[in-house]
Nanobody
């Protein structure tokens, strides 16, 4: 069993910053990649940023230049530093991880989501 636990969401004013964290725990053989998605009311879930096991990163156009994804391999944790936040960044942010629980079994796991609200 694998769990993803997110933290760091909240209410912030436009132009402010937040840092999200997501820690994976459980029966982990290896982590192939971790990332963040978000879903705003009435919209589909979309990729925000992703980091592979090799450290390669991928960002949504809306996140480039403002958000930074990073990881702590020893802690099985991924972070999302969000700066210059805008009201349109308001959404539930979900952590996602591609985790192998054995040499032959790779699954995609999701966290429970954390609310980010950008408002004055």
């Amino acid at each position: 069993q694998v769990q993803l636990v997110e933290s760091g969401g909240g209410l912030v004013q436009p132009g402010g910053s937040l840092r999200l964290s997501c820690a994976a725990s459980g029966s982990i053989f290896s982590i192939n990649g971790m990332g963040w998605y978000r879903q705003a009311p009435g919209k589909q879930r979309e990729l925000v940023a992703f980091i592979t096991s090799g450290g390669r990163t991928n960002y949504a156009d809306s996140a480039k230049g403002r958000f930074t994804i990073s990881r702590d391999i020893a802690k099985n944790t991924v972070y999302l530093q969000m700066n210059s936040l805008k009201p349109e960044d308001t959404a539930v942010y979900y952590c996602s991880a591609l985790i192998a629980i054995s040499r032959s079994t790779l699954n995609n796991y999701w966290g429970q989501g954390t609310q980010v609200t950008v408002s004055s």
